[in-house]
Structures are given as structure tokens and as C-alpha cells.
């Protein structure tokens, strides 16, 4: 079992940053990717972005890339998504979730592949 809690949103200007943050209560943490997803009103969830095990390998939705940073950090338990250049569009409530095994990034972009979410944390992006 995964809990994961986020935290970090909040209400922003366009073109503001937010840094989001994904902590875990598993001892296995370090064995599990960790995705980001959005889900904006009457709109389905989507992928934002995935670091695998290690940090070391990540994947970016087109949408957010070049804007947002995926950090990770085992030892604290702890993943992070750095949103810079933030747009309206950005709006969503955010929610971080944990896949059971290992995979590669790039092919793990759909809920369905994640067996543990968090409460979600909502992301407001206005003038």
C-alpha cells in the first residue's frame, strides 16, 4: 500500500510559478514510478508528466514541456513538479500517483497504469 499526499497549489498569475509537492508513506517508495495527472471541469484526466524509480528517467506531456520539472527525491519520499510559465489552460486540480512496477516513462501515460492516488491538490491560473 501507497499513500501519497500533494501539496503546493494554489492560486497564480499567468506566466507565475508553482511548485507542487507528492510525499509518500511506503517504505517501497524508491521502487515506484510516480506520475502526475490534471483533471480541469467536465474534462477527463490527463497526463502531465512520470519519473521512474530513480529520477533519473522522466517524461513530459507536450503540453508542459519545457515549463514543468519533475525532481525526485527516495530518501525523503518526496517527488516534486516545478510549473513555471504558468497558463490559464494549467487549471486543474493535480493529483500524483504510484505505479506498482517499473516501466519505461515515455509509455506510462494513462491512469489506468497506476494502482495508488493522492487527494489532489487544485492549481488555479488567473489574472
Known amino acids: 500500500q501507497v499513500q501519497l499526499v500533494e501539496s503546493g497549489g494554489g492560486l497564480v498569475q499567468p506566466g507565475g510559478s508553482l511548485r507542487l509537492s507528492c510525499v509518500a508513506s511506503?517504505?517501497?517508495?524508491?521502487?515506484?514510478?510516480i506520475g502526475w495527472f490534471r483533471q480541469a471541469p467536465g474534462k477527463e484526466r490527463e497526463f502531465v508528466a512520470v519519473s521512474d524509480w530513480s529520477g533519473g528517467g522522466k517524461y513530459y506531456a507536450s503540453s508542459v514541456e519545457g515549463r514543468f520539472t519533475l525532481s525526485r527525491d527516495n530518501a525523503k519520499k518526496t517527488v516534486w513538479l516545478q510549473m513555471n510559465n504558468l497558463r490559464p489552460d494549467d487549471t486543474a486540480i493535480y493529483y500524483c500517483a504510484a505505479r506498482l512496477n517499473r516501466g519505461i516513462p515515455a509509455i506510462l501515460r494513462t491512469a489506468s497504469q497506476y494502482s495508488f492516488w493522492g487527494q489532489g491538490t487544485q492549481v488555479t491560473v488567473s489574472s
Open positions: 511506503s517504505s517501497t517508495f524508491s521502487r515506484h514510478p
